[in-house]
């Protein structure tokens, strides 16, 4: 599909305003934190969410549901008072590949974050992290989430962009927390500047970009997600990744 300039804008902006909308929210990971109200509830319940969105997307939220039902829905104070006997109550799930083993590290690595490093935010957003360079932001969080004793199987469940992982997840969550708009299907929550967020990368956006001609790199990593990033902001210096609505929607829901 080959459009001028002008043109893909205007398509952009078009399936952006169709697919922004807190009526796409139900069949969305998304919908998971915004069952809460509380800022921390928040941002534990889409990071835990957006950690297991790959997949069917009915099995994501079904799982996400469990796992906060698992936390008597009220998933900061689960965090910041878990002891032993809590995590075993975790030890039957399973999404995938992420199973009772890497959910209750990541529940401790949480916890580690909450009482001693400020929280989720002040992990992924602080500018020691550096620079508001996503990048390095992202790997720096990692670093600090696997500053604990860890088992060695559940790394593969934070991706490392600085060796060139798209982190769709990160990127995605990191969109969520951060992205300001009136219709607020984005909580706008944490002050990170939204023309340094990341467009999520994955298999349909990745094939829609190729096809609308805005991503040349073959391969879904980090080259190709600086790419596409950088293309977007041709049409959006300030908030490239509003674009993702678009991309995504056309992939999952026009079988662009």
């Known amino acids: 599909m080959k459009l001028k300039q002008n043109e893909l804008k205007e398509f952009l902006e ?3 305003d169709k697919y922004n909308r807190l009526d796409f929210i139900e069949s969305d990971p998304i919908s998971i934190p915004h069952q809460f109200t509380k800022k921390e509830d928040i941002e534990i319940a889409g990071f835990l969410s957006a950690t297991i969105a790959w997949g069917q997307r009915v099995t994501i939220i079904k799982n996400a549901n469990l796992l906060m039902n698992i936390m008597d829905n009220a998933p900061h104070e689960f965090v910041l008072n ?8 975790l030890n039957g799930f399973k999404h995938r590949t992420f ?19 400020g929280g989720l935010e002040k992990v992924l957003t602080s500018s020691h992290a550096t620079e508001n360079n996503l990048q390095h932001n992202i790997t720096y969080f990692r670093n600090v989430f696997f500053s604990i004793p860890h088992p060695l199987r559940t790394k593969k469940h934070i991706s490392n962009p600085s060796e060139n992982s ?11 927390m951060t992205r300001k708009d009136k219709r607020k299907v984005d909580f706008g929550l944490w002050k ?6 990341m467009c999520p990368l994955d298999v349909h956006s990745g094939n829609v970009a ?44 026009e079988k662009f």
């Open 210 to 253: 190729r096809k609308l001609g805005i991503l040349k790199r073959t391969q879904n990593d980090w080259k190709a997600v600086t790419e596409l990033t950088t293309t977007l902001k041709q049409f959006d210096t300030n908030d490239p990744v509003k674009y993702d609505f678009a991309l995504f929607g056309l992939g999952v829901f």
């Open 82 to 89: 878990a002891k032993a006997k809590d995590l075993k109550k």
């Open 99 to 117: 199973n009772g083993i890497d959910v209750s590290f990541f529940i401790q690595s949480l916890q580690y974050i909450y009482k001693n490093k």
């Open 14 to 16: 078009e399936k952006y």
């Open 192 to 197: 990170f500047p939204s023309e340094n967020l």
């Open 166 to 176: 798209s982190a769709k997840r990160l990127c995605m969550y990191m969109r969520w």
